[in-house]
């Protein structure tokens, strides 16, 4: 059943209207491409104390603002792990983004279900045992591959039904996460990303050409993307994924009806032959052509070939993104380049 339709809420001009004083937050896969960004604007909108949980150790991507924060080394595979991670620090809110990317799902499925799955389910179990007020997952469009849902657009209420094993974790994530909402009242919500993108990643999975196809041309490299010029893909900035896990969590909770809310950026989504027409018209010498590899190409196209709507997310806690595809391509350039600063 669809939620009752709510009056919008005003917009969010500043997350600095956020109050984070006096509490902890916890970020998983902190060092992560998205969770280093979530760590940073957590840093910037508030004074709360920032934890930044990983895996191995590593510091990358967090070296410069390392001294305003405290690093926790954790296995979100391991319970007995992640017991210890929030009993030391009895977080307020976790922000629960560290996962295995799709392609190493597929090449290890027991591993993949290990950190996706089961790391969901030991970050909601940790949290109701040691008083946890708040989760936010970092769930995906994914969901939806293999759904083959008969709405001409997709919504948070078509049809899941992924056919692989990334897609099938975060949906058991997401449905467990509505589990420990009904059973024990806890507050749990999920962001639906798209391809968030950004310089600086180091992670590789099927949706990277749109990232590489912009990086590449930047740094002065030819770059072949493998799907075919039509594929469409949603996308959004890093700064915008960032903003909408801070803006989630502190949204009043009368207000989150749908729970697992999908979040967009710029529609209609680009193709990428469109992708490419922008790059080459801020780098003209840019050397980019098509290798089609044909079966990730049909695969994507399963997941995107229709239109998705974020409706919930707007008319709920009032979503906005701020990034248009030739502002994302701007951005990206001149940040390739060293001429922004963050």
Known sequence: ????????????????????????????????FIGSHVVRLLLKVGDAKVVAGNSSGSQRNLDDVQDKLEMARADIGSFTSVLRMVEKYRPRTIYHIGAMLAPACDADPEAGIR??????????EAARLFGVQQVIFAGSMSVFSGAYARESVLDDFSMTRPDFIYGAAKLFSENIGLFYKRQYGFDYRGLRLPNVIGPGTQTHGYLEYFNKTIEESAKGNAYSLYVAPHITIPVM?????ARAFVELAAAPIERIKTVNYIVLGPTPFPTAEELVQTVTAKIPGARLDFQIDQKVSDLIESVTARPFEDKYARQEWGWRHRYSVKDIVDEFLARVKGRAGD
């Open 1 to 32: 059943m669809k939620p009752a339709r709510v009056p919008p809420p005003r917009a969010c001009h500043s997350c600095l209207e956020i109050s984070l004083k006096e509490s902890t937050l916890l970020v998983t896969g902190a060092t992560g």
């Open 115 to 124: 950190a996706n799955a089961l790391g969901t389910y030991h970050i909601l």
């Open 237 to 241: 900035y890093i700064h915008d994924a």
